[in-house]
């Protein structure tokens, strides 16, 4: 036995969203049909940041992905959050590979919410708005051109120059630049931001639109104004951790919203046990925290595919 | 940046037990003055076993042990248990090292023993007793003819040829067979089984014994008659996790033994918060379950060695 050890390069050279979106799907069917396991991350916390353990098992599947979150990094010219996945054997524990996870976790997310899209947004969905134009734009935005014909992607950021570094970047898909209220009226909504109080007004959003609240990832923070929960038929990816930290965690804290009022899970979703869209009219939200299954569905993708490509440095590890 | 990765060759050339007792009675110290943070063990059960994630930081150290327990695999031939370390900078997160831990963990085990040993036991003693003559008995041998000047070395194991395995492995020492009542006499005692059920009688130990009940490490495990606890001074590792699995979670289950009759924790005893041993007929007792920051502060040692010598690999994995 020996382990595949998977660095950053390696890991990129592998990931392909087309692929992605079938693992994920695939890993939300098994765990909603009660064939995984996902226990509570644990929190390491330290004086300039924390860090999150976040082991799942799925059929066939083992691992843990360990991230930190240092915010202060960007002063050191170092990446905020930096990941790593441990994949093993869950018939004996066995450490098969090794990999970074950073873009993992990026592909996963992006994966994700375009999933949702699939089951929420109406299917003749034409545009895309991403507010927030950071690094997890990229793979949102590839995600939502595997799933939909889109014609137009309306972006901002409230940063001088990011919407024109993500078009640059992307210069294969049709990214325009616009007001956060242009982007707001799209037919699907990625909210990409680390915000702390409501940034999208419902005002803004009309009769239905489909949102993946993606940023709110932590207790106290959240993107949308709560009105919009209220008007909203809301999924999301794991009813305890958007609870404690995802879009919806600030309004029941205020008591303005209530688990009781979720639609119900994405594996649910996926599994045809609660409907989705079922009109032209209905606001869909998703509320996404992010969750290990997904990125532990990944890892197995590419193990397989490095394990089967031979190509890929073994050691031994253990 | 980059990460250093250390294979188990590398992890054994680097490991020294005079070193590690070093860092390990720091790490306990350190811990016991609040300058560390060891959250709960994050466990993910699996059909044919279960993983555990174990995350520590101490000053200037932070990181994660994810280790399995697999007990079908002997006949798969691969060890049952087998750990990983994931080794980060506090500071930024930042993965500096990924190591094998499965022998950092033999060795912090040895260690954290033969420091309550110190404490605890006889200055003069000379003889130790192996109850258990598998692979955690070669780094409790090592570590305590580091601290002792012992002339015995008394081994006792229930399966025929592990004690005369165990000898030749270790010509440089002392290693005699004996009988299971002649290893349980000797000054200082190491029970080092997979015991459900007292293996210890309470009338082969005598007075000024010191014992490290080091096999019980989950709940339902014990490996002394209960009479020994109650006439012992107990010391913990880890109060929760004792109670939880330690040596005196049956009693405790069974109210034969309570919390509040544990004298205290080994960080407690090197910090000099409360009294070791203060006359020759006290019977002592150290309950190890195992702890992280243990782990991390070898793995910091390994590090810090490994990135000395510049004589292993670096790889840009994040």
Redesign the interface.
């Known amino acids: 036995?020996s382990t595949l050890?998977l660095?950053?390069?390696a890991v990129n050279s592998l990931l392909n969203m087309e692929e992605v979106l079938v693992v994920v799907e695939e890993a939300f069917r098994t765990w909603g049909e009660g064939k995984g396991?996902m226990?509570?991350?644990?929190?390491?916390?330290?004086?300039?940041?924390d860090?999150r353990?976040m082991?799942?098992?799925l059929t066939g599947h083992?691992g843990?992905k360990?991230v930190?979150?240092?915010p202060n990094?960007k002063s050191?010219n170092?990446?905020s959050?930096?990941?790593?996945i441990?994949y093993?054997d869950?018939?004996?524990?066995?450490?098969l590979a090794?990999m970074?996870a950073?873009n993992i976790t990026a592909y996963r997310t992006g994966a994700a919410a375009a999933i949702a899209s699939k089951y929420l947004a109406r299917s003749d969905s034409k545009s895309l708005g991403i507010i927030g134009a950071g690094t997890q734009a990229h793979t949102q935005i590839i995600a939502h051109m595997e799933v939909f014909n889109l014609n137009s992607v309306n972006t901002f950021d409230i940063t001088p120059g990011s919407a024109e570094k993500l078009a640059s970047d992307l210069p294969e898909f049709p990214v325009k630049l616009c007001t956060i209220e242009e982007a707001a009226a799209s037919d699907i909504v990625c909210t990409l931001t680390p915000s702390r109080k409501p940034a999208v007004m419902n005002d803004w959003i009309k009769e239905g639109t489909h949102i993946n609240a993606i940023g709110a990832d932590a207790a106290g923070k959240e993107e949308l104004d709560p009105q919009i929960l209220r008007r909203a038929m809301v999924v999301v990816d794991d009813i305890k951790q958007s609870t404690a930290g995802g879009e919806i965690n600030v309004p029941i804290q205020k008591g303005i919203y209530s688990t009781n009022d979720i639609h119900g899970t994405l594996a649910d979703l996926v599994l045809g046990k609660i409907p989705g869209r079922t009109n032209s009219q209905t606001i869909t939200v998703f509320d996404s925290t992010g969750i290990a299954i997904e990125d532990i569905a990944v890892a197995g993708l590419m193990y397989e595919k490095a394990w089967q490509s031979g190509d890929y440095p073994m050691?031994?590890?253990?």
């Open positions: 036995m050890l660095d950053k390069q396991n226990p509570p991350k644990a929190y390491l916390t330290v004086e300039k940041g860090f353990a082991p799942a098992a083992a843990m360990w930190n979150a240092h990094n050191r170092l990446p959050v930096m990941a790593v441990i093993n869950p018939e004996t524990g066995y450490p090794i970074d950073t050691i031994d590890l253990v």
